[in-house]
């Protein structure tokens, strides 16, 4: 996508460089048969492209251009003004594409977004787009039941390296853990710490901490994604810490799992 609009903007940056060197070659044109000089040979090649829409008889020379300068004038403003105002609308196109362009890095870069989902499942949508490639993910939901049917989202945690699904309701580790067992994720499965029944995902990916939490605001759900960034480095490390903590003590496992460093443990064939 993002090729698409590179490739976009440098077309209308280029088409918008041509325009512009046309007007200037027009504009010299102009200030030649102001200044009476009518022997340039761009003078003539261009007054030549000019006739050859209205005869293809007319011959160009410096004799025809003077006797004609009034109307070769009146041809080369009209070219010059439909060339400066074809000109005016590509740099505004570039102009609000580069403007777009910013704002959705802005958008994308920011802090703390607020995401409507009141579309079904598009909540999903958006946990898949942030694990997809993730080197680790944590995951506090209270019976996983989204989870249990949706192969595309089991498919996609299965591929990250670091996977831990806490359970947040009290004593259901054993139910969604049996609900998955067909599935590797099933060694992922854990009891958190408190039950306090609350949907969030920690995210590690590319080097940056993402943490996606829902929330339901007057029976219209929301994602709230929030992005490490300098504002919020140290709030999101913090809880880095206190999740770790969380799946080192709980693990169930022979081996204690730390979210930014161990991987899923597969059951054996």
């Known amino acids: 996508m993002n090729k698409v609009k590179n490739w976009i903007y440098g077309f209308f940056l280029v088409l918008t460089t041509i325009v512009f060197i046309i007007v200037i070659l027009f504009l010299v044109s102009y200030t030649k048969l102001i200044f009476q000089v009518y022997d340039s040979k761009w003078l003539h090649f261009l007054v030549n492209i000019l006739y050859k829409f209205k005869s ?4 160009i020379s ?3 251009i003077a006797e004609n300068s009034d109307i070769v004038k009146g041809l080369l403003e009209c070219v010059i003004n439909i060339s400066i105002a074809v000109s005016s609308i590509l740099i505004s196109l570039v102009t609000v594409i580069t403007l777009a362009q910013k704002l959705f890095r802005l958008t994308k870069f920011a802090a ?3 995401v409507n989902v009141s579309k079904d499942k598009s909540d999903l949508a958006i946990m898949k787009k942030f694990f997809d490639g993730a080197s680790s993910v944590v995951v506090f939901s209270a019976k996983f039941q989204w989870l249990i049917n ?4 089991i498919r996609v945690l299965e591929a990250v390296p670091t996977v831990k699904l806490m359970v947040t309701a009290r004593d259901r580790e054993k139910e969604v853990r049996k609900n998955l067992s067909s599935h590797r994720l099933a060694e992922s499965v854990m009891q958190a710490p408190t039950a306090s029944g609350q949907h969030f995902s920690f995210i590690k990916k590319d ?3 993402y943490i996606l939490y829902r929330q339901a605001d007057n029976e219209k759900p ?3 994604i929030f992005r490490e960034n300098l504002t919020n480095k140290l709030w ?3 809880m880095e810490d206190i999740i770790n903590d969380f799946v080192i003590g709980n693990d169930s496992g022979n081996v204690a799992t730390n979210v930014s460093s161990a991987k899923t443990v597969h059951p054996k064939k």
Do not use: G, H, P, Q
């Open 207 to 209: 080097n940056i901490r």
């Open 150 to 153: 949706d192969k595309e989202m």
């Open 222 to 224: 929301y994602v709230y």
């Open 62 to 64: 410096s004799d025809f």
């Open 56 to 59: 293809d008889s007319a011959i």
């Open 112 to 114: 703390v977004r607020r």
């Open 236 to 238: 999101l490390e913090a």
